[in-house]
């Protein structure tokens, strides 16, 4: 278990929120991004800000994960990240580009860091909720971590147990709670 420095993550955030660009926001929320889940054993930190061959898809952070016991032992080697500080929750085309770029590369998992949530009801499945129950269907977890949700982590072992009751609400509701 490492402890996460809450002075370190608040000063990301507050560089996001200080920030006058779009660019200048989600560089801040990648670095916040890359410092708490770089602090989990065995991840390594292996690409950001990549862009395809075709330069049609970029992919804000990808994560190598050893599957080690103390860290994401239950969640495949290869992570992809999408992270948005959008000031209200993202939409649904916003998740399904993040899908599509799950299922272009064939893999199973990714995490959406999305500041302030995904739009629509969990219930009824609206919205961008509904575009995380289809992509079940076709073998991808996709977990949304908010910024609050950030703010009130202070060890790697909070994270990890985060991320799995996540995807056990997603494998047992069909959506995002």
């Not at 076709?138 to 908010?146: P, S």
């Not at 950030?150 to 799995?164: E, G, H, P, V």
Request: net charge neutral; with cysteine; aromatic share 8%.
């Amino acid at each position: 278990m490492a402890t996460l420095s809450l002075a370190k993550i608040s000063g990301y955030v507050a560089q996001g929120q200080a920030a006058t660009t779009t660019k200048g926001k989600g560089d801040a929320f990648e670095e916040l991004l890359c410092y708490v889940v770089g602090k989990v054993p065995g991840i390594s930190i292996t690409r950001r800000n990549v862009l395809n061959d075709a330069h049609s898809e970029e992919v804000d952070i990808a994560f190598f994960n050893e599957q080690k016991l103390k860290g994401f032992f239950f969640l495949p080697n290869f992570i992809l990240a999408e992270c948005k500080n959008w000031s209200k929750p993202l939409g649904s085309i916003e998740v399904n580009w993040f899908d599509t770029k799950l299922k272009n590369r064939g893999l199973s998992f990714g995490i959406l860091f999305a500041a302030n949530g995904i739009s629509g009801e969990a219930a009824e499945r609206t919205a961008a909720r509904d575009v995380i129950s289809n992509s079940l269907k076709e073998g991808r977890d996709i977990v949304v971590i908010t910024q609050d949700e950030l703010m009130a982590i202070a060890t790697t072992d909070q994270l990890c147990q985060l991320i799995k009751e996540k995807i056990c609400d997603l494998k047992v509701s069909g959506t995002v709670i």
